[in-house]
């Protein structure tokens, strides 16, 4: 039964990894939005590197799900 | 009544094989459903590219729509070197746009949620990339784990820092893909428990599911996208040494 609690209070510990990864996605749409607002010209070069930026951060919010997710099922 | 929403993930075996060399290789849900994409993949370009024009008609832009973004995401990206890798990086882009995609039809099993397809897929780039790598450089490959311009000695810390970095490529690149399919799915199957549960008032978690089938949709296009786009990032780092 212990284990059973245990292992919940360890899924949601494992959530707060997503913190960093929030900060860090805001921060690169914040970046892109002031970029675009200072030289609208260059939203086509940043557009595409936009994506791997936002890809990059967002894997670490996903690393700490899937900790969440092997904690609680597997 | 309402089922476990890993419940829809599950792998069962369809037609029954003899082991071959001690492996298991009987047709299971997941190999019908990606037959079903191949074919499905492959009728599309074959519907759209069977009378192929100067001038095209309105099926042939589609293909050629396709085509002209995912060559110019290598051309970009990968540079004129990388352009030799341009069908292999088609490929890859049309099968995860597909398996994406033809996920979210309900009761269609989605072959890119299980880590087993996409981490076959990442380590088979990672491996292609690294011999690529070590083809064109031969050992000065292994320069690319000392960034250009750094005094010597943050070699130390330095080099670690990129081996560790260049070996979490695979997982990095075949868990962002699993996950985001796998984490979409059950939050659609949550969300519809939800309407199931509140009787008249079912209707707002069914307007909300409407919402959240759309932005699926998005994260579906944009995970193929962003899988090929590392991919042409992973072969530029081999052909030009970042």
Redesign the interface.
């Known amino acids: 039964m212990e284990i059973d609690a245990a292992r919940m209070v360890g899924a949601g510990l494992a959530a707060i990894g997503m913190i960093g990864a929030g900060i860090g996605v805001g921060n690169v749409w914040a970046s892109y939005i002031t970029a675009i607002g200072r030289n609208p010209a260059a939203k086509d070069d940043i557009g595409a590197s936009i994506w791997i930026g936002f890809a990059v951060t967002e894997a670490i919010a996903l690393f700490a799900l899937i900790v969440g997710l092997i904690v609680l099922f597997g | 009544m309402a089922a476990s929403p ?1 419940e829809q993930f599950n792998v069962y075996t369809v037609m029954d094989l003899p082991p071959v060399f001690g492996l298991d290789l009987s047709v299971t849900n997941a190999t019908v459903f990606m037959v079903l994409n191949l074919v499905l993949l492959v009728g599309v370009f074959a519907l759209t590219t069977s009378r192929v024009r100067l001038i095209p008609d309105r099926r042939q832009v589609i293909a050629e729509t396709i085509y002209e973004m995912i060559a110019g ?1 290598v051309r ?2 990968a540079g004129k070197k990388g352009m030799p890798y341009f069908p292999f990086v088609f490929s890859l882009f049309v099968f995860l746009l597909i398996s994406n995609v033809t996920g979210m039809i309900p009761g269609w099993f989605t072959v890119t949620s299980h880590i087993a397809v996409t981490f076959a897929l990442a380590a088979f780039i990672f491996i292609g990339v690294t011999i690529i790598g070590f083809v064109q450089h031969g050992l000065g490959y292994l320069r690319m784990f000392m960034p250009h311009g750094a005094p010597w000695w943050t070699g130390f810390i330095l080099i670690p820092v990129e081996i560790v970095s260049y070996l979490s490529r695979p997982i ?1 690149l075949s ?2 893909l699993f ?2 399919m796998t ?1 979409g799915h059950v939050l659609l199957k949550v969300i519809a428990g939800f309407a199931v549960v509140m009787g008249v008032l079912g209707i707002f978690p069914v307007a909300f599911l409407l919402a959240l089938t759309v932005l699926e949709l998005f994260v579906a296009v ?1 995970q193929a ?2 899988f090929a ?2 991919t042409c ?1 992973y072969l530029h780092d081999a052909l030009s040494l970042h």
């Open positions: 890993m995401m970009t990206n990095s868990v962002r996950a985001n984490v944009l996208y962003i786009i590392l990032i």
